[in-house]
């Protein structure tokens, strides 16, 4: 081919295959036209452009003319025949006689020469282009130059597809992720929240399978939580000690730990099941939720595969949010379990109140009738018709006044314990106890001291059952969220100095008809409430000297003001 023309059939066929493959998105599509405007542009009886397997260190055909069909499932390894030759050493290589060359490893009996140049991008080899002829010394270097010219182009047309498909799979990726994040939010049970991290590592990446292993810290174990495939949960159980797996070296070194070949590699762990399903490569990545190892998340591929570092990255993000929201399902399950345990000591105390009470009513008219019993037993003769009788009535009175002072005694509670209380402490204990629950229920939390470092005697266990009866009550008047602001200042009142603290929240208000009752017992219009906790409050205050009082209630703020009496020398 003379120069002037060669220089025109390149234009010519850059032209088509600019115009051509800047129409599509889809990389076999644009390399089966490249290959096209190559055939016709040198003539060809055969060709083919092959790309880097880099996962399988070899060269895949991705598209061919005139080829044997049992040539287009070959796997060339580097340096193998001409196209892993150039491949390998990132050079053009022309063959005038393939006879004559033991590099040219023989695809057609009828090939005499053979024209192979390499595809870069940023000085890397991403493919070969090669075309063959049944004629020796067919190719020229100037043809040589003009199928570099070519495989250029075609190298900067399937990286741009390339490009694109990968900025397409990490939007898709990034978008996989932020609906994790809210989907795992929003999920309180530990058990809820595993399985949601298992899906979506699944949905996030090509693998075939995924499973997440929970640390056992005092067993120094991982035990095998959740496990799924494409076809959904797998029943499947393991118990691992750290020394017997790469799984294990990723807790001991909390870093991520990649398995390429599992075939290879001695590994201890679902071996069963691993070979049974051919997995080939895994990923482990540790969940960490500051220092504390929570467990570790696996992902399994079928074919070998090299995780790149983004691929890693979008693994451990999902790890770190997943560790998040299993720590925060432990800690709602601990404050949940904390509730009830306060709503059952509600409960049983004012159990022993109202014993207690019913033993006073019944001791009075009990010792009434004690009263009249005596002259009434005295008045008959020894031998009496009724004596036996009297005494079985004596017997059975004297057995009640017994009960009556056991119950008494019983729910006579001892002196508490009071001391010097740092009440600005007091209530960042209270802030971590509500703390996830305050932002489970999107309530703000606000406390502004009058004096930093204020001191007050108490007994502290009953007064931060004061401050979280008063949260609990102010979170469930809140179910869309809100504020509750808490003022503490000291006042001169008739009583003395008092240290008083005004509790304001922005929820429902408390109905008009019932807030001059609110600090009466099983005053209660919730389905969980048992009516007793302002009056509770009520009573711990005054046996602290102390009281508290509604301030005001309608829609939108609820002020509750309580006080306490300030020590001498305080």
């Not at 996030?204 to 929970?214: D, E, K, N």
């Not at 540790?286 to 570092?309: A, D």
């Not at 056991?406 to 703390?435: C, K, P, S």
């Not at 007994?459 to 949260?471: E, F, H, P, T, W």
């Amino acid at each position: 081919m003379k120069e002037g023309n060669q220089d025109a059939a390149a234009f010519d066929a850059l032209y088509r295959i600019v115009s051509r493959v800047g129409q599509t998105e889809d990389s076999a599509e644009a390399l089966e036209v490249i290959l096209d405007e190559i055939v016709k542009a040198f003539d060809a009886a055969t060709a083919s452009i092959s790309l880097v397997d880099r996962d399988a260190r070899c060269l895949r055909i991705e598209a061919a003319r005139g080829l044997p069909q049992e040539c287009l499932s070959l796997q060339l390894p580097f340096g193998v025949g001409v196209t892993g030759w150039v491949a390998l050493h990132g050079e053009p290589l022309l063959l005038e006689d393939v006879e004559k060359d033991n590099r040219y490893f023989a695809v057609k009996d009828t090939i005499r020469s053979e024209l192979a140049v390499p595809m870069e991008e940023a000085g890397q080899v991403i493919g070969v282009v090669s075309v063959d002829s049944e004629s020796a010394g067919f190719f020229t270097e100037a043809d040589q130059k003009l199928l570099t010219i070519l495989a250029s182009e075609a190298s900067r047309a399937v990286s741009r597809i390339w490009h694109i498909q990968q900025l397409k799979t990490k939007a898709a990726q990034l978008q996989t992720l932020a609906n994790a994040g809210q989907k795992l939010a929003s999920r309180m049970e530990t058990n809820t929240v595993i399985e949601g991290i298992v899906e979506e590592a699944c949905n996030i990446s090509h693998c075939q399978m995924a499973t997440l292993l929970v640390f056992d810290p005092e067993a120094k174990v991982l035990r095998l939580r959740f496990a799924m495939d494409r076809h959904g949960r797998l029943e499947l159980e393991e118990t691992l000690d750290l020394r017997e797996s790469s799984v294990g070296a990723a807790v001991v070194g909390r870093r991520q730990v990649e398995v390429y070949n599992l075939r290879k590699t001695e590994e201890h762990h679902l071996v069963h099941y691993t070979q049974e399903a051919g997995l080939a490569s895994m990923l482990v990545t540790p969940l960490l939720h500051g220092h504390e190892i929570i467990g570790v998340l696996n992902v399994y591929t079928r074919k070998l595969h090299r995780f790149s570092n983004e691929e890693r990255g979008i693994f451990q993000t999902l790890a770190r949010m997943g560790a998040i929201s299993i720590q925060n399902a432990r800690f709602y399950r601990r404050i949940f379990d904390t509730e009830a345990t306060l709503r059952q000591s509600e409960k049983m105390n004012t159990l022993g109140l109202l014993a207690a009470e019913i033993a006073h009513e019944i001791r009075n008219p009990l010792t009434v009738i004690k009263l009249l019993f005596d002259p009434l037993e005295n008045a008959l003769d020894e031998g009496a018709q009724f004596t036996e009788d009297l005494r079985v009535i004596r017997d059975r009175l004297d057995q009640l006044e017994e009960i009556v002072s056991r119950v008494l005694d019983f729910g006579r509670a001892g002196q508490a314990v009071h001391a010097e209380i740092n009440f600005d402490h007091l209530m960042d204990d209270t802030y971590r106890l509500l703390r996830l629950k305050l932002e489970q229920s999107r309530v703000q939390w606000s406390f502004e001291p009058h004096v930093q470092d204020s001191v007050i005697h108490a007994n502290r266990g009953q007064l931060q059952q004061v401050l979280l009866n008063l949260s609990l009550n102010a979170l469930a008047a809140m179910p869309e969220g809100g504020e509750i602001r808490i003022v503490t200042e000291t006042l001169e009142q008739s009583g003395g100095l008092q240290f008083c603290v005004t509790f304001t929240d922005s929820g429902q208000g408390i109905p008009e008809d019932l807030q001059g009752q609110v600090f009466e017992s099983f005053l209660s219009r919730g389905s969980q409430g048992t009516g007793l906790g302002l009056s509770i409050i009520k009573r711990i205050l005054r046996e602290h000297r102390g009281d508290i009082k509604l301030v005001s209630s309608m829609p939108g703020e609820t002020v509750i003001r309580f006080w306490l009496p300030v020590e001498q020398g305080n």
